[in-house]
């Protein structure tokens, strides 16, 4: 892989993480993440990354340090099952998040610690090691800045949180190009969560007068709901959109799997194959993230004869797929 | 696809095969792509047939879809359409009758002869009719090869109605005497 693509990717791939991190209180560079927050995505998408930016590791460990009660377990390991069935790839993918989950000692964490064991050697600390001089925000401001964390820590964490968060922020959504609705189908594939806990939480929350059923719109069997908006000062979405965060796990796999699947190929046609593959599945899992940056990436995917396109002109397809995601993310393709 | 072109697409294949590291293989090639390999025809073929092996490596695989991207061809523009073919036995002697066809030390390329494109052709005339009728015409076969290949033929349709339509489209086509020499 031509090592100069690769450094792009990996770059653009730790913008996306710092992002989100920086959002949820660490102290870190560049710009936050504007849209929706998802800790558990946060956590595996550190892992994956983190061994080039040691940083990100150190965060995420005192970041769990402070907020492991605020991490949804049951999330986070119905996530690692799906990717496990996809085909991750490499089996030490995961490998940091286990190290720094074992060393929390909390029994909670325990069946995730079962789930992300394998055989493979632990390689931790291969990669940069980078000077950490500052951390974590303070709580109070850390909370004042993630609707997501406040309602957690407020209902608990699970399902009652997070679609009172979801809720939120698609109702206050400005534009709302995937058509996003506050049902229970679209909940369950943008949450991640069991079926069945969405729809006995909808009900909940319906009663209990914090949801209205829209009833000028239905789709099929499913009631849409609105968001009640006067319920409590502080319930107030400064997300601009929601993102499904695994979207961009899976995404980061993909791209894990381009740099294995062209390391060491000299071959143009193969590179620019795995390329244009790679141009189409991306674009798919960025739409399925809800992440619109459809007018950049109309014409990268679906190319034929790639003899007549540049193998520059491919990668920098792949870089801005990349970076148009991380615009999109932190409010610059926004303003 | 004319000659040229699928010559150039096999040396890219071999090519891309050899530079993802594929094992050694042999893959037999028959239908329009063959005999245009041959020049018995000068048509041009939508597609490359492969006989066998009955089944094809991952990596050979991929080399025939990165070839696909980078010409720009349908991702199917070789396939194993006729496969189910060799699953019955190919012609005696097939393998030792093919052409070898060579562009990178791992992976080499049977073109099947001229007898046993008549084989095929003649059960696909029976079948379907069209251009394999041409392209049978084109092989000039003799009574005698005619002859074999319709033993063949039968080896792989047992059914009496089969026997009656070989026989019919031999009559109809001009080969009455092999017509009468199967029927026995």
């Known amino acids: ?335 | 696809m004319d000659h040229k072109e699928i010559s150039l697409y096999l040396e890219h294949l071999s090519k891309v095969y050899s530079e993802l590291g594929g094992d050694f293989l042999e893959v037999a090639i028959c239908g329009g792509a063959a005999l245009n390999l041959l020049d018995y025809v000068r048509r041009v073929t939508k597609d490359v047939d492969v006989i066998s092996p009955e089944e094809l490596p991952k990596k050979f695989k991929d080399a025939i879809k990165i070839t696909a991207d980078y010409f720009g061809l349908k991702q199917d523009w070789m396939n194993q359409g006729p496969v189910d073919i060799s699953k019955m036995g190919l012609p005696q002697g097939f393998y030792l009758r093919c052409k070898k066809l060579q562009f990178h030390p791992n992976l080499v390329f049977l073109i099947t002869a001229r007898l046993d494109q008549i084989h095929f052709k003649l059960y696909a005339s029976v079948d379907r009719g069209g251009y394999h009728l041409q392209d049978l015409m084109i092989l000039k076969p003799t009574d005698e090869e005619l002859t074999m290949a319709a033993n063949w033929c039968f080896s792989h349709d047992v059914s009496a109605a089969f026997k009656y339509l070989m026989k019919d489209f031999l009559e109809k086509n001009g080969w009455k005497n092999v017509a009468s020499r199967v029927e026995k």
């Open chain 1, 1 to 335: 892989m031509p090592q100069e693509l690769k450094n792009r990717l990996t770059e653009m791939e730790l913008d996306i993480v710092w992002c989100h991190w920086n959002r949820l209180g660490a102290m870190g560079y560049g710009r936050k993440n504007q849209c929706s927050t998802d800790p558990e995505a946060l956590l595996l998408l550190t892992a994956m990354v983190g061994s080039e930016d040691l940083r990100l590791v150190e965060i995420m460990k005192e970041w769990l340090e402070r907020y492991e009660s605020l991490v949804s377990i049951e999330r986070l390991k119905r996530y690692i099952k799906e990717l496990r069935v996809g085909d991750v790839g490499r089996g030490d993918v995961f490998c940091s998040l286990q190290e720094v989950v074992s060393k929390l000692g909390i029994k909670r964490w325990e069946s995730v610690v079962r789930l992300l064991k394998n055989d493979g050697v632990i390689i931790f600390s291969m990669g940069r090691k980078r000077d950490l001089q500052k951390k974590l925000e303070s709580h109070d401001k850390i909370i004042q800045n993630n609707l997501q964390l406040f309602l957690r820590l407020m209902f608990g964490v699970g399902t009652r949180a997070d679609i009172i968060y979801y809720a939120t922020i698609v109702f206050d959504q400005e534009k709302n190009p995937f058509n996003l609705l506050i049902s229970a189908p679209n909940i369950s594939s943008s949450l991640h969560y069991n079926n069945s806990s969405i729809h006995r939480t909808l009900c909940d929350l319906e009663q209990a007068g914090v949801l209205l059923e829209d009833t000028r719109k239905k789709v099929g069997k499913n009631k849409i709901y609105i968001s009640k908006t006067d319920f409590g000062s502080k319930m107030v979405s400064r997300d601009k959109c929601y993102v499904d965060w695994f979207g961009i796990v899976k995404l980061f796999i993909l791209i894990e799997q381009l740099k294995e699947q062209i390391r060491d190929i000299r071959d143009e046609s193969i590179i620019k194959s795995r390329l244009n593959d790679f141009l189409r599945a991306g674009s798919e899992l960025i739409n399925r993230s809800y992440i619109d940056i459809k007018n950049t990436l109309s014409e990268q995917a679906f190319r034929p004869a790639l003899k007549r396109i540049g193998l520059n002109e491919l990668e920098s397809s792949v870089v801005s797929l990349l970076s148009g995601t991380h615009e999109f993310i932190t409010g610059k393709a926004w303003s």
